[in-house]
């Protein structure tokens, strides 16, 4: 199942999910999407549709969903999510990231290194999450894989640059 272990979507997208606490909702209501504990699922879901039917485009909720319905184990609807996010967010590494997870899952391996590839144009280096993220384990043995990791390893070891004086 997918970890999504990676940094928190809240942290790095930015719009923020307390602006709904400004449109009414009880600051109570934020700790179960805080925890993200698998049994948690049911709830994000329906907070999240909720806050979608108010407003189609909240990053946040969309993130939230994506991440609630693959825990579930709803993976279809985790990529229909992440599809939303890349049109909203197409130059996020994060959301290709998430995006080249969503389409591993559901064993769409071309359209997953594609979007795998894309986040690491965008700048996605972390070397040792992408080696042990489970969601990526249908693609590990694919050629294409594994010449990506070699070309994030590579990146990873080269010198910092001289600063200038």
């Known amino acids: ?72 184990g709803d993976f279809a609807k985790g990529l229909e999510t992440d599809l939303r996010l890349s049109e909203i967010r197409p130059e996020s590494k994060h959301v290709q990231y998430n995006l080249a997870c969503s389409y591993s899952l559901n064993g769409q391996k071309r359209e997953a290194l594609r979007a795998l590839r894309r986040a690491l144009d965008l700048g996605f280096t972390d070397f040792e999450h992408l080696n042990q993220d489970a969601d990526l384990a249908p693609l590990k043995s694919e050629p294409e894989f594994q010449a990506l990791v070699k070309r994030l390893d590579r990146k990873g070891k080269k010198a910092p640059k001289a600063k200038k004086k």
């Open 1 to 72: 199942m997918r970890s999504r272990s990676r940094p928190s979507p809240r942290s790095l997208l930015p719009e923020n999910i307390r602006t709904l606490y400004r449109e009414g909702l009880v600051p109570d209501l934020f700790q179960p999407i805080e925890l993200a504990w698998p049994e948690d699922a049911a709830f994000e879901i329906e907070f999240c549709e909720q806050v979608l039917r108010r407003r189609a485009d909240h990053i946040e909720a969309l993130a939230v969903l994506g991440e609630a319905y693959t825990r579930r």
